[in-house]
């Protein structure tokens, strides 16, 4: 699994694939956006069906980042 490298405390818009062979998600692709890079380490999309860590595929910064109150 090869993980995109995230710069921290930024928004981006990311693409997951679920390789959990036992899940009714598997090899279902989802779009995650925005999706908060953390600490640009610990960066991860759990699955809501089976629970096991997803593969992040792409991932894109948004510009212009976005703004929360």
Do not use: K, W
């Amino acid at each position: 699994m090869s993980t995109p490298v995230f710069e921290p405390g930024l928004y981006y818009a990311i693409t997951v694939r679920d390789n959990n062979e036992a899940c009714r998600n598997f090899g279902e692709t989802f779009d995650v956006n925005p999706f908060y890079s953390n600490d640009g380490v610990h960066c991860y999309v759990q699955c809501g069906i089976c629970g096991q860590l997803m593969e992040i595929l792409t991932a894109t910064l948004l510009d212009p980042q976005p703004e929360f109150s």
